[in-house]
C-alpha cells in the first residue's frame, strides 16, 4: 500500500526554520516527480516545489530561495526545509505526488504556525 | 489574469450530472495540457480523481469511479470534470491543476453542493 507520512510542522517565530520530512511507503519515491503543496487557513491549494525524477528542483516565486526540497533515497523519504519564515507561510504543508507518472497518493498534512 | 480559473460554487441535485469547468488564460492553449483534478472534503487532504489530456491519454486515480471523468472544450479553451449520477458524498470542494512554466498551478476550486 502506497503511503505519505508527514512530520516536522510546529509553531515557529517569523524568521525561523523548519524540516518538514515525508516518509514513503509502497512505492520508490526517487521513481517518481515528488511535491510539496500548501493550503493555508479556509484557502485553496497553493504548490509549493517539485523534485523530479531525475532529481531537477523547481521552486514558487513565493518561497524560491527561502525553501529548498530534497530527497534521501536510501531513506525514502522527501524533505522541504523552509527558513526565513514569514507569516504568510502559516498553512497545513502536504507531501503529494503527481508529474508524468502518476500515483496520485497525497499525506495527511502536517501544520506550520508562524507567530510571535 | 490567473492562469486557471473555476467557478467559486456550483449546486447540483442527486442523481444529475455536474460538469465543472476549469478555464485556461487566454495564450494558453487547453489542448496542450494534462489536467489534474482533485477532491477535497472539509478536514481532509485533497483525493486525486484523475488526469486528462485526450481520450487516448488520461488516467483514473486507484478506486476513483468511472461516473468522475474527464474532458476538454476547446472552444472555451477550458478542461471539465463531469460527475455523474451525484451522491450527496460528492458534495466538496474541487480542484484543477496544471503543469505549467516549470511550476504546478491550480485553480481556485469550486465548491460543489449537493442539495
Same mark, same amino acid.
Given at each position: /500500500?502506497?503511503?505519505?507520512? /508527514?512530520? &516536522? &510542522?510546529g509553531l515557529v517565530q517569523p524568521g525561523g526554520s523548519l524540516r518538514l520530512s515525508c516518509a514513503a511507503s509502497g512505492f520508490t519515491l526517487s521513481n517518481y516527480a515528488m511535491n510539496w503543496v500548501r493550503q493555508a487557513p479556509g484557502k485553496g491549494l497553493e504548490w509549493v516545489s517539485t523534485i523530479s525524477e531525475g532529481g531537477t528542483t523547481y521552486y514558487a516565486d513565493s518561497v524560491r530561495g527561502r525553501f529548498t526540497i530534497s530527497r534521501d533515497t536510501s531513506r525514502n523519504t522527501l524533505y522541504l526545509q523552509i527558513n526565513s519564515l514569514r507569516g504568510e507561510d502559516t498553512a497545513i504543508y502536504y507531501c503529494a505526488q503527481f508529474g508524468p507518472s502518476i500515483l496520485g497518493n497525497w499525506g495527511q498534512g502536517t501544520l506550520v504556525t508562524v507567530s510571535s | 489574469q490567473a492562469v486557471l480559473t473555476q467557478p467559486s460554487s456550483l449546486s447540483?441535485?442527486?442523481g444529475a450530472s455536474a460538469s465543472l469547468t476549469c478555464t485556461l488564460r487566454s495564450g494558453i492553449n487547453v489542448g496542450a495540457y494534462r489536467i489534474y483534478w482533485y477532491q477535497q472534503k472539509p478536514g481532509n487532504p485533497p483525493q486525486y480523481l484523475l488526469r486528462y489530456t485526450s481520450d487516448s491519454d488520461k488516467h483514473q486515480g486507484s478506486g476513483v469511479p468511472s461516473r468522475f471523468s474527464g474532458s476538454k472544450d476547446a472552444s472555451a479553451n477550458? +478542461? #471539465? @470534470? @463531469? #460527475?455523474? +449520477?451525484?451522491?450527496?458524498? *460528492?458534495?466538496? *470542494?474541487?480542484y484543477c491543476m496544471i503543469w505549467h512554466s516549470s511550476a504546478s498551478v491550480f +485553480? +481556485?476550486?469550486?465548491? @460543489?453542493?449537493?442539495l
Open positions: /500500500e502506497v503511503q505519505l507520512v /508527514e512530520s &516536522g &510542522g | 447540483a441535485s442527486p477550458a +478542461g #471539465i @470534470l @463531469l #460527475i455523474s +449520477g451525484l451522491q450527496s458524498e *460528492d458534495e466538496a *470542494d474541487y +485553480g +481556485g476550486g469550486t465548491k @460543489l453542493t449537493v
